[in-house]
């Protein structure tokens, strides 16, 4: 059972208390910067693992005002719109009422998943992975950043071009477990103060970044999986080298796929799936979920029908559409 950090006591709560009940999920984003896009994010993630689970949800979006934006960026990121949650009360008997927002935020009182900002990495690096332009991550164009507080460089990921060492972490994150100070209820903690930034410039960046088979204008799915790599609960350094590593990584585990789907089909097995469960049913510890992904990558005695299984089954999760160069030549 999906269980979630209510984020008013701290203390974890079930997210779908009522077993086939109806669950309300009510987002709150009161601008279109890449925090509020992850906030988005984070609620996406929310309602296809309860759907997973056999939970009906109802998703709803109170905006602010550049909704449009927001939703028009959401929309490139693979994120599946809400209704508009304008003059909603009580809905249809809902056994649940989950409020996802960014930590700033004051959402009406109810369980509340309270989601880290987005921060800037490292200031002036080129965003010029595969297929970059090399303009500068706070250059006009870029970011669109608003500056809160000066900012320091985090330790960058893997360097543009070079592919992820199999058991690296996506999106230039430590590795789970890794810490550098505790944040909210025992979750990693980064350092340095926060910058708001354009959400669409973000998902442009990002597309930059991004390697190996793409659609025009490159893949913003690069930028998903460099805001997956990070607890909800953790703020995510956002920065050049990052996205190169999420796109070496994403490039890798499609190419992985398609090689794998070419193989005699094997089911998931059980301990591989209790795993993914466990880790997305635990407040949605996404990073798990990459981590038992790593671990399927390289286990020498998993077949790759299995492993081909297993990625399907955890994208139903990711929404980074693993399975999208299946029957490629490359």
Partial sequence: MLRIIDARTGEPVDAAPARRGLTRVEVHASDSDTTDLRVLLVADLLIRALELGGTPVW???????????????AATLGIRPFEDSADVGAGLGESQVIHVAGEAEAPPDGVRIAVAPVRRGNPGAPVDGAGGTGAPVDGPGRWGASVDGPGGP?????????????????????????RGGEGPHGRPAERGPSYSRSAASAASAASAASAGPQ?????????????LARHHSAPVELEAAGLDD???????????VARW??????????????????????????????????????????????????????????????TRDLGSLS
Avoid: I
């Avoid at 330790?155 to 789970?176: D, H, L, N, R, Y």
């Fill in 246 to 256: 999420a796109g070496v990584t994403l490039a890798r585990w499609r190419r992985a």
């Fill in 59 to 73: 998703a709803m979006l109170t905006g602010g005002r550049r909704q449009a934006e927001l939703r028009a960026s």
């Fill in 154 to 178: 985090e330790a960058p990921g893997a360097p543009a071009g070079e592919p992820a060492e199999a058991g690296g972490s996506a999106g230039g994150s430590p590795e789970p477990g890794a």
């Fill in 261 to 322: 789907a070419r193989r005699p089909s094997r089911p998931v097995p059980d301990d591989v799936r209790g795993r993914l469960r466990a880790a997305w049913e635990d407040d949605l510890d996404v990073p798990g979920v990459l981590d038992v992904l790593r671990h399927v990558e390289t286990d020498p005695d998993l077949p790759d029908g299995a492993r081909f299984e297993t990625y399907a089954y955890a994208d139903r999760l990711l929404g980074l559409e693993l």
């Fill in 215 to 227: 659609k025009p204008g490159g893949d913003p799915a690069v930028l998903r999986l460099a805001l």
